[in-house]
């Protein structure tokens, strides 16, 4: 935010033109080292068990064809931080899913498995490291970045490359060897199917014994109903990890969400920006009660403007990430996270919003596709079960690879 003062504002002064002799920033286009590109070739194609990283640099860069390239070329498994999401498709061949905390079980895994881990347009976040002592033991580490202040900031590198991640994949994909690597690229399908089965089968179902919803299932059948191609947006917590983890997502620039220092209230107005920065795309905000009540003043600025913004409210009546952790850390001490909430329906209605509740699993396909034929904003305020947690999680503290499957047992790969 810039603040400028009330006299800056409104006094006169004689404008003389200079030129800031130095900004304390990065080189914003700096050109990769031809030795650094080589040398980094050199050390994938020796490899057996590489893994690349792919972070947010790939879609600020527009690097998503070459990344496609590199990883097809190499045969080089994939997997995303949150905000790299969508710079490949989600069932392309060699994506194996997103890393760190909430992250898919395969890529976290096979981090501290690897011998050699490409990490482009990431910065190594506590939520994609866990414990940095325990992070990548067995592998080479090539970080490609275009600022320079990320390289040794976290994790120690072997190589650096400075320079966008576009430039940089592009210079690297002739220098590549085509190699199979078949048994690295199988231990990730083994990951996934354990996760399938023992996770994701459960959540798919959406319908908990009581009628009311689980996040993920509903995550699921909101994003097909949009044919997958939505924009999805999301506010902070639990809301926002089924939403990352169940969308899937075909085309690039496809994820908004708050990462870093997760802002709640973040979802509704970057819903409202994005339909008016795409206007021909839809946009799928996916946000929790707490979350959605932090900004819900911007239900105003979607009545003034007529902004067409979906919002689907995964209502658990809880801050429910917080009570997630209450209850695995804190002896389910459930302080300050119930919510008395309001009827976010006539909320709604108050702004000229359609609205709906649906308050029973057997609801719910009808009432997505109402959701999804109306033309103009809606809000779809839907019943979730308040113990519905997110799953696996590597707690805080925790190495890359110790993951919880559920709130009591640990994932043990063969
Ligand atoms: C402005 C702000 N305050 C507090 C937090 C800490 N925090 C993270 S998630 C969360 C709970 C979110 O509750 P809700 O919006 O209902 O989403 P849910 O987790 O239930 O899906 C809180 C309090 C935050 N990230 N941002
Ligand atoms: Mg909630």
Request: hydrophobic share 40%.
């Amino acid at each position: 935010m810039i603040d400028l003062a009330r006299d800056a504002q409104v006094g006169t002064a004689v404008y003389e033109k200079q030129t800031a002799p130095f900004i304390r920033s990065y080189d914003s286009d700096p050109e990769p080292a031809q030795g650094a590109i080589e040398e980094a070739a050199r050390l994938i194609n020796e490899s057996e068990r590489p893994l690349v990283l792919a972070g947010h640099g790939i879609m600020i860069s527009g690097a998503e064809k070459a990344l496609s390239e590199v990883v097809e070329k190499g045969e080089l498994p994939v997997g995303t931080t949150m905000l790299g999401l969508s710079s490949i498709p989600s069932d392309h061949p060699q994506y194996v899913g997103m890393l760190g905390m909430h992250g898919n079980l395969g890529p976290n895994i096979n981090t501290n498995r690897a011998d050699l881990i490409l990490a482009v347009g990431m910065r190594f976040d506590d939520r994609v490291t866990g414990d940095i002592k325990k992070y990548a033991p067995n592998a080479k580490i090539i970080h490609i970045d275009i600022d320079e202040s990320e390289f040794d900031k976290m994790i120690k590198c072997d190589l650096h490359v400075h320079s966008d991640a576009r430039k940089a994949l592009e210079a690297l994909l002739p220098l590549l060897d085509r190699k199979s690597r078949e048994e690295w690229r199988a231990s990730f399908d083994q990951h996934r199917s354990v996760e399938e089965e023992r996770v994701m089968a459960r959540e798919l179902k959406c319908a908990a014994p009581d009628g009311r919803m689980l996040m993920g299932g509903v995550v699921r059948k909101v994003c097909e109903a949009f044919g997958n191609d939505a924009v999805i947006v999301t506010d902070v917590g639990q809301n926002q990890m089924f939403a990352v983890k169940y969308s899937r997502f075909k085309s690039s620039r496809s994820l908004i969400s708050s990462g870093g220092l997760g802002t709640m209230g973040f979802g509704l107005p970057a819903a409202i920006g994005a339909k008016i920065g795409v206007p021909d795309r839809n946009v799928v905000l996916f946000c929790g009660d707490g979350g959605l009540q932090m900004t819900v003043e911007e239900f105003g600025m979607i009545m003034e403007y007529g902004v067409d913004v979906k919002i689907v409210l995964l209502n658990n009546n809880f801050l429910g990430n917080v009570r997630q952790w209450q209850h695995l850390f804190f002896k389910s001490r459930y302080s300050s996270t119930p919510m008395v909430n309001p009827n976010f329906k006539m909320l709604a209605g108050a702004y000229g919003i359609e609205a709906e509740d649906v308050a029973d699993a057997s609801q719910l396909d009808d009432a997505i596709k109402k959701m999804a034929d109306h033309n103009g904003a809606y809000l779809l305020n839907v019943n979730i079960d308040e113990t519905d947690m997110i799953f696996p999680m590597t707690p805080g503290g925790n190495g890359v690879d110790e993951i919880l499957l559920n709130e009591s047992e640990y994932y043990k790969p063969v």
